[in-house]
C-alpha cells in the first residue's frame, strides 16, 4: 500500500519514491531505501532519470532490459503489468534505483534498530 509523506510516496516497508521532474519525455526521480547489510542498514539516496535508459530510438536500452527481465522475465511482461506510462516509468525508476550500488549513490550506515526512524527523517530533510 502506497501512503503518501508529502510528495513522497512509500513503495516498500524501506523505500521512499517522488517524481521531481522531466527530462527528454520522461520522469525523473529521487528515491531513498534503506537496504540490509548484516545487522546494519545502508539509507541511500539518489535520483534516477530514466531518459538515461533508453536508446537514441526511444526503445529501453540494453542495460535497462536486462533489469526489466531480471524482475518480470521480458519487456513485454513488464508492459503488460503497467499499461499506465507514469506507473510504469515509477516502476522502472524504482528498480533502476535498487540495481544501483550503494556506494554509487549518497549512503550512511544506520543501525537496525533505528532503521525506520532514519529513513522517516530523511524524507522528512527532503520534504
Sequence with gaps: ?????????????????????????????????????????????GSISVCDYFDDDNSYNSYCTNVINSYYESVENFENNYKDKETREQ?????????????ELSYRIVSGDDIEKELEKEVNLKK
Design 1 to 45: 500500500m502506497e501512503t503518501i509523506v508529502g510528495e513522497w510516496i512509500k513503495t516498500d516497508d524501506l523505500q521512499y519514491l517522488r517524481k521531481t521532474g522531466q527530462k527528454n519525455g520522461h520522469g525523473v526521480y529521487e528515491v531513498i531505501e534503506a537496504r540490509c547489510a548484516e545487522d546494519d542498514y545502508v539509507l541511500c539516496s
Design 91 to 103: 516502476i522502472l525508476a524504482e528498480m533502476l534505483f535498487e540495481e544501483t550500488f550503494y556506494f
